[in-house]
């Protein structure tokens, strides 16, 4: 059986504001969009979805008194239209940075007292003379300059010592600030290296205080904005206990999952979150961030006797673009590294496997699981068409395919230079929704 969703269609409809809840089956659109509710930009995630699908799906299928499961849930994209569509919503998400942004997005704060407390921050700032030294990691001199890190721990030490009531608010000011004030570049995704850009602005230990200011005011603008326009609305979000989207359970029914999961060999949310995760302590050394990382749907960290095995998925048709990655059919890598790639696809459609499994038992009866993912990604030069693979998966486990259509991508792009011959770009979103069946 072959799940046919992507799109061969060069012309778009161009869509101002709202998806139509009549959009046509296998449409392909661009969206342009009115102006944003500032929540959804608060905290950075390198791979945000539009509230424009999540919004069409909710108001499609679903009713107020509905309630959802969002188990990828990035920046809280999906969160926030739930929430403002009054639908429940319990979220995971197995990294700390998200988990971060989605508590402050779903927990309400007092904005004067998030600025009052800030205020407070910088003024102690001044006072100090020696700065303490408590993070470390690989790197740090490279990528944080001196007067930098010593802003960012005295930062630290007085967050720590502030009210426990905004604290959240403020930490994510700060990570923006350690993002800011780094030397990546403004609009870099990854730290990696890039010997072309010569210039690094110099940065004082005011210009971290600076930074702090301007995002602990920028988190309180976005944050007084949400819970005006939510109101009397009861702020209806759960974390849940598990943090691994292979591990929920069917422990409560939902009547629907919305949600974007990891695209593949795309985005490392770790990588892309390093600096972050070291200031935040939120992990504690090189190894543990590692670890963490090697959680990830789409992991590269895995064992090199595992990559010398070819995976075998049991779909003929992936299981054959599996091994043309391995043999190097179409883009001979050096270091193993088609081993990997192969293993590194062979694993993301397993875990996403033992996801859509563990999904359809969360689910009502007649329940949807309706997701966002780019539709083919190269690898190795081998085009894997992600979303129809997925879609067949899913409805090995035991999902009917519902519906689908196309969003054409406008700004997503990795800084690192990529070797179109056999990484290539994605070029389309496709959105599919899926029904469990009665
Ligand atoms: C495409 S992003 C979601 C973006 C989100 N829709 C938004 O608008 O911000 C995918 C998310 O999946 C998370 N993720 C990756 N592997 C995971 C896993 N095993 N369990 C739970 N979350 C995971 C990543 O941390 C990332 O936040």
Redesign the pocket.
């Known amino acids: 059986m072959t799940i046919a969703v992507e799109s061969q269609q060069t012309s778009y409809f161009t869509i101002a504001g709202d998806i139509p809840l009549d959009i046509a089956e296998g449409t392909l659109i661009s969206v342009t969009r009115n102006q944003p509710l500032k929540i959804y930009s608060l905290g950075f995630?390198p791979?945000?979805?539009i509230p424009e699908i999540p919004r069409w799906f909710l108001q499609k299928y679903l009713k107020s008194s509905s309630n959802i499961l969002e188990?990828?849930?990035?920046?809280?994209?999906?969160i926030i239209e739930a929430l403002k569509h009054q639908i429940e919503v319990d979220w995971?998400?197995?990294?700390p940075l998200?988990r971060l942004i989605c508590s402050v997005k779903t927990t309400y704060f007092s904005a004067a007292e998030v600025l009052e407390q800030a205020e407070k921050i910088i003024e102690s700032s001044a006072f100090y003379k020696q700065a303490p030294e408590t993070v470390n990691f690989a790197n740090k001199d490279f990528w944080f300059q001196k007067p930098v890190q010593e802003g960012l721990e005295i930062l630290k030490e007085l967050i720590l010592a502030s009210s426990l009531t905004t604290q959240p608010v403020l930490w994510l000011a700060f990570a923006s600030t350690v993002r800011k004030t780094s030397n990546m570049n403004d609009g870099m995704l990854l730290a990696a290296r890039r010997s072309h850009i010569k210039e690094i602005p110099q940065f004082s230990r005011e210009d971290v205080f600076n930074y702090f200011k301007f995002y602990a005011e920028k988190a309180a603008d976005a944050i007084s904005e949400w819970y005006n326009l939510v109101g009397d609305l009861r702020i209806n979000a759960r974390k849940l206990p598990w943090?691994?989207?292979?591990d929920i359970t069917g422990d409560c029914l939902y009547d629907a999952i919305v949600?974007?999961?990891?695209?593949i060999n795309a985005?490392d949310?770790v990588w892309a979150t390093k600096f972050e995760l070291h200031w935040l302590n939120m992990v504690e050394s090189d190894r543990d961030r590692l670890n963490l990382y090697a959680?990830?749907?789409?992991t590269e960290r895995i064992p090199k006797v595992e990559c010398k095995e070819l995976g075998k998925t049991n779909l003929k048709y992936l299981d054959r673009l599996i091994e043309d990655i391995y043999t190097g059919k179409k883009y001979q890598a050096s270091k193993g590294q088609n081993q990997l790639r192969s293993r590194v696809a062979y694993k993301y459609f397993m875990?996403m496997k033992k996801h859509f499994i563990r999904s359809f038992e969360c689910l009502r009866s007649g329940g949807y699981y309706c997701f966002?993912i780019g539709d083919t990604s190269r690898i190795c030069g081998v085009d894997i068409p992600v979303a129809s693979l997925l879609a067949e998966i899913a409805c090995e486990v035991g999902f009917r395919k519902q519906f689908h259509f196309h969003l054409l991508l406008k700004n997503r792009k990795l800084n690192l230079p990529r070797n179109v011959d056999w990484a290539g770009t994605i070029k389309h979103d496709t959105i599919i929704v899926l029904e469990k069946a009665v």
């Open positions: 995630q791979a945000k979805s188990p990828f849930a990035g920046s809280g994209t999906s995971l998400d197995y990294h998200s943090q691994n989207a292979l949600t974007s999961p990891p695209y985005i949310y959680n990830e749907i789409g875990d966002t």
